[in-house]
């Protein structure tokens, strides 16, 4: 199982988006079969199995053993990830583009590049699972607290020229062999998620 998974397909997203799918694909982080899943969600068995059927068939979920109990073979059904992200290539024509416009200090040029985020990192974790390779990234994550806006301003003025520096330093347009990477860096407000109530 993977601590997160990519959704590129149009019909797996709304697959994943149903509650009672969704709700199923949460409680498949240990392996459960559609008779114990019926308890916990309270439905009836055979309409689990056919919410499983359709989990299984857009590869959200996976058959992990098969156990006879009398007359009955007992499926025990795992979710394939932890959680799930829906890449913008499920959106196919209406995905985000930032090159429609491209202003830095947009919240929702900032949204589109975090949309093409999704799709580049989906698209190459795709392959390299298919390669059987790991992809070769790098990721910050802080909070910094501005005293005013002022002060916010400066921070990304000297925030733009030492990642221009770095870039001019290692950037090596004449390596034949050399691979190409994307560089993002972004600051926007935190945003505090309440813990959901159990």
Do not use: C
């Amino acid at each position: 199982m993977f601590e997160v998974a990519v959704i590129e397909d149009a019909a797996a997203a709304e697959v994943s988006l149903d509650p009672v799918r969704a709700r199923l694909l949460a409680e498949l982080s240990e392996p459960a079969s559609a008779t114990m899943l019926a308890g916990r969600v309270g439905l009836p068995r055979q309409k689990v199995n056919y919410h499983l059927r359709t989990l299984e068939q857009h590869g959200l979920v996976e058959l992990v053993e098969e156990r006879r109990k009398g007359n009955v073979t007992e499926r025990m059904m795992r979710a394939t990830a932890s959680s799930y992200v829906i890449s913008p290539l499920a959106l196919a024509a209406v995905q985000p583009d930032p090159g429609r416009s491209p202003d830095r200090l947009s919240a929702r040029w900032l949204l589109a590049i975090a949309g093409r985020l999704v799709r580049d990192v989906g698209i190459l974790i795709t392959g390299s699972a298919k390669a059987r390779q790991r992809v070769a990234t790098f990721a910050l994550d802080g909070e910094v607290r501005f005293a005013s806006a002022a002060d916010r301003a400066a921070f990304a003025e000297e925030l733009t020229v030492a990642v221009t520096a770095l870039v001019g330093k290692y950037h090596d347009e004449s390596a034949e062999q050399g691979r190409d990477h994307r560089v993002i860096v972004a600051v926007h407000p935190s945003v505090k998620v309440e813990p959901e109530e159990g």
